[in-house]
């Protein structure tokens, strides 16, 4: 099973298009336990979906739950820590930076430090398999520059043993 999270109207072929809301296939509340079996997705895409999820331990937790091992996730958001994107859209609830994701990274020190404290709840493991950023700038009605969206896309692989 592949899954685009977020997919809205963004139709991607071979993909399960999950939201919130229709038009997708599955209408889904992904702040909740997410419908799918433990390791039964091989691929997930999330494109300007997870800074609309409130918290960002069960969002990662979930994601890690389903994945198979060896499954992967790209994921992409606003970064947090440059430029408007992250703050500009009130439904943006959780705020994503690169470094966000060694508190998932197997074998990162982040990680290992807090593998068994309760009060991190981290349960995923993952391996950070690219990481990129890239731009883009907003631009008034009359093509001015406004400001500029930062991003960065990140892909994961589950790490189960």
Known sequence: MRLNLGANDRRVDGFISVDIDEPA???VDLDRI????????????????????????????????VLKDGGTATIECPNASK???AFQDCTHVSFWTR?????????????????????YGVLADFEILSMTESRYDLNRPDGSKWDEVWKFKVVLKACKQ
């Open 25 to 27: 296939d599955q209408i």
């Open 34 to 65: 997410w419908p799918w079996r433990n390791n039964t997705v091989e691929e997930v895409l999330a494109f300007d979906v997870f800074e609309h999820l409130k918290d960002k331990r069960h969002t990662m937790n979930e994601l890690w739950r």
């Open 83 to 85: 430029g408007a994107g």
């Open 99 to 119: 470094n966000d994701f060694e508190y998932y990274e197997k074998g990162n020190f982040a990680r290992e430090r807090f593998r068994t404290s309760e009060y």
